[in-house]
């Protein structure tokens, strides 16, 4: 195997792989071996036809495609191993340039070199100070937040609707006098007042009675998913079934004690202040850390290639599938019930792909500037955290290991330390 590597604008190249002719041949007679059982040649039992009986009636390259596909992974890999000094951070483009028995089998792989980054000043970086004082309204809003989820559900029978009911309806939307795919709907709880349903449907329920029949006039947004509804005025025929509200506990001693670990409704309210205080103040680092690094990134400069873009965005989308997976629901379900295209999701996550990317190479850069190396002190503990998360021994899990994980987790490491470098270095007014 031979390997050529032609550099490209914008932090490209491409490499040229070369795989001798022996190397295709044992391909293609695994790829024989592999598919013989299941062609049909008149005369002879389906597993007994000779290669060149088979390459005769279905054309010399009928191997090929099956060769190509089992040589061109392990190549690559053999290439990269050869090669460690070419920083790769994009999936390869594989164009085939020939492929032929008794020839050298040649391909190229496009692919994204990881840039340089040029830093402009990184220390002593100035960022607005954040307000991290919790006002007393701040505390009531959270303390109402519990109320509510520990409000009881009673049956309205002797009043209409009100906002905030939930209103148990049927209905049925028409446009134009015809009705419509989706408009209909039976048994269904509308909390009034949450703005869930189109224009002002909610609120022309309000003084409405257990079992009056309503007609609710509303119109579509210009901007409505359904372009066949989009903009139009529709009438919707509702009747409501029931009707029932949310009563909320009084705010007093018994209160504290049902929703927390004290006596006295002053004691958890100093609580409640006390963890809103420590979460703006969590909040106030995640967002200097952020400011930090984006007037970095903005100080800096770099040629980001498009193909490492769009291999982080894809990563992206597919960390979000996982994380839909493990709450019940599949990728495919919420593309149908969002009403998104896998290509607006790549689209929506494209800048915040890039925005990590940037992130990261500032701070790689700022690793190397101000030689920030990782302990093996601090790999210790990082393995003591995973081993934790992951019910394992430590020990067991640090043999599990190998090279290139332990060097990718040192260098999370000594990122972490560059973005605590910085930031501490730089200069709230």
């Known amino acids: 195997m031979s390997l050529q590597v032609e550099k490209l604008e914008k932090n490209m190249a491409k490499l040229t792989i070369e795989v001798s002719a022996e190397e295709l041949e044992k391909a293609i007679e695994k790829a024989y071996q592999k598919n013989k059982s299941k062609l049909s040649v008149p005369g002879f039992r389906k597993g007994k036809v000779p290669r060149k009986m088979v390459e005769k009636m279905y054309g010399a390259g009928v191997f090929y495609e099956d060769a190509a596909n089992d040589l061109i992974p392990t190549a690559y890999e053999d290439a990269l191993k050869e090669n460690e000094d070419l920083d790769i951070v994009s999936q390869p483009s594989i164009d085939v340039v020939q492929l032929e028995a008794g020839k050298p089998f040649i391909f190229t792989a496009e692919v994204a070199l990881k840039p340089e980054v040029t830093l402009g000043d990184y220390k002593g970086i100035e960022v607005e100070k954040t307000d991290v004082t919790v006002s007393d309204e701040e505390v009531d809003a959270e303390i109402n937040k519990e ?238 955290k995973m081993a934790s998360m992951y019910q394992m021994e430590v020990d067991k899990l640090i043999e599990n290991i190998g090279d290139y994980e332990k060097k990718n987790i040192m260098t999370d490491i000594a990122v972490n330390k560059a973005a605590k470098f910085v930031v501490e270095a730089a200069v709230e007014k």
């Open 147 to 384: 109320r509510e989820s520990n409000a009881r559900t009673i049956t309205i029978e002797d009043r209409p609707v009100a906002d905030g009911d939930v209103a148990n309806i049927d209905f049925e939307g028409f446009v134009d006098g015809e009705a419509f795919e989706g408009g209909k709907g039976e048994g269904y709880d509308l909390t009034i007042g949450s703005h869930s349903f189109i224009d002002t449907f909610e609120d022309q329920l309000i003084g409405k009675n257990i079992g009056d029949s309503v007609d609710v006039n509303v119109t579509f947004p210009e901007e409505y998913h359904a372009p066949d509804l989009a903009g139009k005025p529709a009438l919707f025929k509702v009747t409501i079934n029931s009707i029932q509200a949310k009563e909320l506990p009084e705010l007093d001693d018994d209160f504290a004690q049902d929703v927390s670990e004290f006596d006295t409704m002053d004691e958890y309210k100093a609580d409640v202040k006390a963890k809103l205080e420590e979460k703006k103040k969590k909040d106030a680092e995640n967002e200097k850390e952020d400011a930090v690094i984006a007037k970095i990134v903005e100080n800096a400069t770099m040629e980001i290639p498009d193909a490492m873009i769009d291999t982080q965005t894809r990563q992206m989308v597919q960390d979000f599938a996982q994380r839909l997976q493990m709450q019940g629901l599949s990728f495919e379900q919420y593309m149908q019930f969002t009403g998104t295209t896998v290509e607006q999701l790549l689209d929506q996550m494209k800048p915040q792909a890039q925005s990590r990317i940037e992130s990261r190479l500032v701070l790689e850069a700022v690793v190397v500037a101000e030689n920030i190396e990782a302990t093996e002190d601090e790999f210790k503990e990082e393995m003591e």
